[in-house]
Each structure stands twice: as C-alpha cells, then as structure tokens.
C-alpha cells in the first residue's frame, strides 16, 4: 500500500480540486509522493481537454478592475466560461480569473486571441487555461475581453444569482463633470443592455433595414400615402429608444432620459461597454 495519509488526501484535494477517488489512485500511482501525485492528476486531465472541446461552456464569470492610465483611467473586463454553476464558484476558477485579468491588464490585450499569448506566472494565459482545464476536469474558455479608456471609468458589478459571481458588468467612460452620475448609468446598462451610445453610432444597414420594416408594416397597416414617412420616422424614433443609451428613459426616472440627465451634468459620457455571460 502506497505511504500518505488522510491528511495527504485532503491536501491534494485542496490543492488541485481533484475528486476523491482521482486523488487516491495518484497516490497510489505515485506511491504516496505529493509533488508527483499533482503532476499525475495535471496530465490526466490534459489528455482529457481534447474530449471537451464540443462541450458547451456557457456558465463561468466576469472578472473586471479599473486602473489608472496614462490620460486617465482604463477599465478592463474579461469574460471567462466554464461548464457549470459549480466551477463558476469555486475558489480555484475564482483564483484563475484573477490571474487572466491581471495579464489582460499588463498586456493590454485587446481581444481574446492576443490575451491567449500574454504572458502569466512564467507561461501563456493559453497554457494556464489548460492546466485549469486539467485540474478542474471542464472545458474552461477565456471568452473575450474588452478596454474602455475615459478621463473617469466607471464600473458596476452585478450578481444574477447571490450564490455566483459576477454575471453582468459595465464600464461607463465619462468626463470629470458627468462621473458624479456614472454609476447610476451602469446601473441603467446593466438592466436595460443599449446595443449603442448614440444615433449616429448605429451602422447604415442596420438603420436601413429597420427602416424598410417600419415602411412595409405601415403600408401593410392601410395608412394614407402622406403620412406613411411621418409614421415610419416616429417607429424610427422608437427603434433609437430601444438600442441606443443616450436615447433610453433612465431608469431612476423614465421621464427624462439618459442623455438628458448626462447633459445636466454639463460633462460628457464617452463609451461604454457591457458583459453578460454566455450573451
């Protein structure tokens, strides 16, 4: 019989996150040396990564920090996936997303493929995923990434589920004047998710079709030839209402709207960005 004891036993748990037949036979594999029982469980476990790449992996966190730049602040977020709820909470997977957003951070890594190859605790973000995958036995996927630069970053954490971490987070990048109302507009983006800043920032195609829509059920609806253009400007209107931030009624007061409460600041909301997992 291999040499370690209960106590061996609940170490290597803690340690690698192993169940507990995994952990006994290591050490039965590795005649009780812990160093080389945690090698055996890391290989396993990378041999199995390749049978979990059609899994899906739509549970997991966001992790996110706002920092000081150079003409400001920089906000980072980062999206990280795993299988379950389960993993989604533990320490370990908690510990790992710290250590990806700490290296999106000092890379600068703006996408998800360049944060792969940034380096962390002496290997890729990509190797460390690996052997996280390896130790916790789920496909883990760092997902995407997103910077936001402002004078002011703003950032707001939201938890769907009390038990999980963070699920929805939002940078609001502002001027000096308008961050005194910053965090209540992240707030406003987390619950009602704006595809875009403002009017002009939706693409023409995506106008344009909307457009078309508005136009044929007008006309479907039977209305008088002359005041087709006006009605499919006031459905128009509504479409800007819906996707874009600066046109939304705010949430702590929907008689106003979010562009107007950001203009009595007489400063300025310069971008925003929005993460919601598996979104």
């Known amino acids: 019989m291999a040499n370690y004891t209960t106590a061996d036993i609940k170490n ?35 041999k199995g990564i390749a049978k979990r790449e059609g899994r899906s992996a739509s549970a997991g966190l966001i992790a996110a920090t706002v920092v000081d730049g150079e003409a400001g602040q ?5 999206e990280i996936n795993a299988e379950t709820d389960f993993v989604a909470k533990n320490q370990k ?8 957003l700490a290296a999106a951070v000092a890379s600068g890594a703006e996408d998800a493929e360049a944060l792969a190859q940034a380096p962390v605790d002496g290997e890729t973000v990509q190797a ?10 789920e496909k883990i996927v760092v997902r995407r990434v997103a910077r936001l630069s402002a004078e002011k970053v703003d950032l707001y954490l939201h938890r769907t589920n009390p038990d999980l971490p963070a699920q929805v987070a939002v940078l609001v990048g ?3 004047k308008a961050a005194e109302v910053a965090h209540d507009v992240a707030m406003h983006i987390a619950a009602y998710s704006p595809q875009y800043l403002r009017r002009e920032d939706v693409p023409a195609d995506v106008v344009e079709k909307e457009r078309k829509i508005a136009e044929e059920t007008t006309r479907a609806e ?14 128009l209107g509504g479409f800007f209402k819906e996707i874009c931030l600066l046109d939304q009624a705010y949430a702590k007061d929907p008689k106003t709207t979010v562009g107007k ?8 909301l310069t971008g925003f960005v929005r993460f919601r997992v598996g979104a």
């Open 12 to 46: 290597l748990r803690e340690k690698t996150g192993a169940g507990m037949m995994d952990v006994k036979k290591a050490l039965d594999e590795a005649d009780g040396d812990l160093d080389k029982a945690v090698e055996i469980i890391r290989v396993k476990g990378l």
């Open 74 to 78: 920089v906000g980072v977020l980062v």
């Open 93 to 100: 997977f908690i510990d790992f997303a710290d250590k990806v």
């Open 128 to 137: 460390l995923t690996d052997g996280m995958q390896a130790v916790i036995g």
């Open 174 to 176: 502002t001027d000096a």
């Open 222 to 235: 039977g209305k008088p030839e002359k005041a087709i253009a006006k009605i499919v400007e006031g459905r």
């Open 261 to 268: 409460v950001i203009e009595a600041t007489g400063g300025e």
